[in-house]
């Protein structure tokens, strides 16, 4: 095992060992039944030609269902990196050539980009007509655990696809032709002609398999385990715990002092710079409070973390002292956010929030997975 593989695992078992984990009592990871939705996905896995696994950027590999890789692996597929605009450029990089050097295809997109869903789907076509000839008809299927954006993605599709055929959105959805072995037609977007591809529809959700408890709080930190299974509060520790440890806050110190002198340039600029803003019937410019509320919430976040790492002298590689640095940055925080509750009650709405910045990408692209070794496999 390598360097950076040790460090991993020392990281993971620190952060998976800490007692705020274990303090929130017994994660029910698997709330639900699924088994009716995982025999549906499993039945059309094996009637398709080509299989667009969706992931989370920012778990690459914690957003993999490892219960659909056995089945995966016999299939040409492309893993689709979903929410790229939220996860680090240079780690994702690392991570689509990482993916590269197990043979496995890997493309990052915005689901919510239309240009970005239709280099997908050339790919895709491209793969398929390079690899099929004699076929007419070919079976897209589009998987992936819950919140990697796998509805977004469909949707683009269904939108790409309805402008490319407009016939099919009559019926909002193509039928492909009753299949062999098959009782009954299943529902599509036509995406090509010559051969016919069609992307599926996706039955049901598949609960992700959950092999440690770290993997369960990436999960959960990226949005796909509900909140309410692990706990805002558990989960914002967590993330605070792998930011601390990555010296994150201590990153933002530069952009934190440049914000500072921004605001004081704008501060001694007057708010009316033309005489035809004081014309009646123009609507008064914002002020510079409300124009920057949310930077203003971020800047504070990230100053109060930022300044209670630099004045932490303990050792982030002991329980005791990551978690009273934890305790710290919860009541800095309940300042930034200027949150009025007596502590017990505070904790979870400084969650919520400090989750909020995290999964809209205010507080800046992560990945939460690490890269691993070259030895180790990520399929």
Partial sequence: ??????????????????????????????????????????????????????????????SANADLQPMLAGKRRVIALNKKDLANTNIMNKWTRCFE????????????????????????????????????????????????????LINSIHQIASARFPAQDRKKRATVGA???VTQDIAGFKIA????????????????SIPDIETGLKLAAAGSVKDSVVGEERIAQYLLAVLNTRSTPLHWRRSLDRETERRHELEDKPDYNNLKDLLPNRKRPPSTSAVHYIEDIVTQ??????????????????????GGLLDLQFEALQKALKIPHK???????????????????????????DVPDDDVSVL
Avoid at 317 to 322: A, H, I, N, T, V
Avoid at 344 to 362: M, N, P, Q, V, Y
């Fill in 1 to 62: 095992m390598g360097a950076n593989a040790k460090r991993i695992v020392k990281k993971a078992s620190l952060i998976g060992e800490m007692g705020f984990i274990k303090g929130g009592g017994n994660i029910n990871w698997f709330p639900g039944h699924m088994a009716v939705a995982t025999r549906a996905i499993r039945d059309r896995l094996k009637l398709s030609d080509f299989v667009i696994e969706v992931r989370d950027a920012r778990i690459p590999l914690s």
């Fill in 101 to 152: 050097s197990c043979k496995q295809d890997c493309l990052t997109i915005n689901a919510h980009s239309k240009g970005s869903v239709q280099k997908l789907l050339d790919f895709v076509e491209y793969k398929l007509k390079e690899a099929i000839s004699r076929e007419p008809t070919l079976l897209v299927m589009v998987v992936g655990v819950p919140n990697v954006g796998k509805s977004a």
């Fill in 179 to 181: 299949l062999p072995g």
């Fill in 193 to 208: 002609h010559q051969p016919s591809i069609y992307v599926l529809d996706t039955p049901g959700v598949l609960v992700p």
């Fill in 301 to 322: 976040v990230q100053r109060a973390l930022c300044e209670t790492l630099t004045e932490f002298d303990g050792n982030l590689e002991d329980e005791g002292d990551l």
């Fill in 343 to 369: 502590a017990s009650e505070a904790r979870t709405i400084i969650s919520k929030r400090f989750l909020t910045l995290f999964r809209t990408g205010r507080l800046g692209p992560f990945i939460l997975d």
